[in-house]
Nanobody
Framework: QVQLVESGGGLVQAGGSLRLSCASS????????IGWFRQAPGKEREFVAA????????DYADSVKGRFTISRDNAKSTVYLQMNSLTPEDTAVYYC??????????????????WGQGTQVTVSS
């Protein structure tokens, strides 16, 4: 069973930066994508970014494109989400999850599993 643990969240002022980490452990399929999602109070969980096993073809939601960068270090079984130019609208709990899929990263949360417990990101104005 794969377990994911997010870390790196916190309180930051608007315009600041944070780097989230998603560390995986346990048995996984040979190739898998990792997706980042976020959920703000009273809102549905939404796609943020995803990356394939090879690291190619990262995908971003329009709302974070140009500000967020997803990357992965397979040797460390860790995926990162570098978040720059943060705004109060980025405030949410951020989750990572596994998509046992070797193709181009997908956006639908229905295909993701083994969700982590989440890490809170709060951006003050």
């Amino acid at each position: 069973q794969v377990q994911l643990v997010e870390s790196g969240g916190g309180l930051v002022q608007a315009g600041g930066s944070l780097r989230l980490s998603c560390a995986s452990s346990g048995r996984t399929s040979s190739f898998y994508a990792i997706g980042w999602f976020r959920q703000a109070p009273g809102k549905e969980r939404e796609f943020v970014a995803a990356i394939s096993w090879s690291g190619s073809n990262p995908d971003y939601a329009d709302s974070v494109k140009g500000r967020f960068t997803i990357s992965r270090d397979n040797a460390k079984s860790t995926v990162y989400l570098q978040m720059n130019s943060l705004t109060p609208e980025d405030t949410a709990v951020y989750y990572c999850a596994v998509d046992n899929w070797a193709g181009i990263p997908r956006r639908s949360r229905r295909v993701y599993e083994n969700w982590g417990q989440g890490t809170q990101v709060t951006v003050s104005s």
